[in-house]
C-alpha cells in the first residue's frame, strides 16, 4: 500500500461539537499508529492548544495551526530541515501568515468603524471564551494565546459583515468563518499548508503520498479540494459544505469523531481497492 498521510480538522471532525471528545475515533487513530499513518492535526486552534491534544493523544506528528497560519514539525521528525523553517521551542516552523499583533492594529486602524460590530478574542475574559466555548477554564487560556490571527464574534448584520471582509482583504488579509469564530489572519488557508506539508513527506520519503483530508465546515474547503481524497463529517449544527470537486469526495452518515471513524475506514478501503486493481 502507498503511503498515506491524513490531514485533519479536529472541532466537530476528530472532536465532537459539543463535548469535544474523541472516543469514538480513538480505537482508529491506535491501529493508523499501528499502521504508520500519520494523523496531521488541521485546525482554527492554537500552538498550545494542538501540543496539549497531541499529548492526550500520543500523537507526535506534525501539527498546523490557526487556520493554516503555520506548520509545526518536531525538530527531529525529518532527517533535513525543511527550506524556510524556523526553530522555535523544539519545533520546526513554516509560517505562511504575519503575526497576530499585525493584524491586531489593522483592526484597530483600518477597520476602526466596524470595531462596535464583533468582539475580538483580545477582548474577551478568560470566563467569556469559557461561556463561548464550553472549554474548560484551562484550555480556554491555551485557545487565548494566539500567535498569527485573531477570532471575532460578529454582531453586526451580514451587509455590514460583508462590507468589512472586503475592507480587510483589501488589507491582505484572509477572513475564515469557523463553527463559532470568524478568523482574521494572512495571506493562509488550511490547504496551502497541507500542500507544502505534503511536499516534505514526498521529499523525506522520494514519492508523493496519498493525502487524505477531513473536515466539517467551511473552513476546511480549502483543506479538502487539495487533498487527494476528502472525508466531509455531517455536523449538527450547520450544513456540509460545498465543494468544487466530486470525484474521491466521502460525506459521513455519522457525525463528529463517529463520522471520522466511518469516514477513514471507508476511504482506506477505497484507496486499498485502488491498490489491489493497480496491482
Known sequence: MQQIVIYTDLDGSLLD???????????????????????????????????????????????????????????????????????RDGFLVREFSLPRSYWLQKLETAARQYRRD????????????????????????????????????????????AAFIRLMEQHGATILQGGRFMHVSGDCDKGRALRWLNAQFAK???TSPVSIAIGDSHNDIAMLEAA???????SPSHEP????????????????????????REMLKTINNMDNDNG
Open 17 to 87: 461539537h459539543h463535548d469535544y471528545s474523541h472516543a469514538a475515533a480513538d480505537a482508529l487513530l491506535d491501529e493508523l499508529e499501528q499502521q504508520g499513518i500519520p494523523v496531521i492535526p488541521v485546525s482554527s486552534k492554537t500552538r498550545a492548544e494542538l501540543v496539549e491534544l497531541r499529548n492526550e493523544l500520543g500523537n507526535a506528528h506534525p501539527f498546523i495551526a490557526e487556520n493554516g497560519a503555520a506548520v509545526f514539525i518536531p525538530g527531529e521528525y525529518f532527517e533535513q530541515q525543511p527550506a524556510g523553517t524556523l526553530e
Open 118 to 161: 464583533y468582539t475580538g478574542f483580545e477582548a474577551l475574559s478568560n470566563d467569556d471564551i469559557v461561556r463561548l466555548t464550553g472549554l474548560t477554564p484551562d484550555a480556554a487560556r491555551r485557545a487565548a494565546q494566539r500567535e498569527y490571527g485573531e477570532p471575532l464574534r460578529w454582531k453586526g448584520d451580514e451587509e455590514r459583515k
Open 204 to 206: 523525506a520519503r522520494d
Open 228 to 234: 487527494d481524497f476528502a472525508v466531509i463529517i455531517r
Open 241 to 264: 459544505p460545498d465543494l468544487a470537486r466530486s470525484d474521491g469526495v466521502y460525506l459521513t452518515e455519522a457525525q463528529g469523531p463517529a463520522g471520522w471513524d466511518e469516514g477513514v
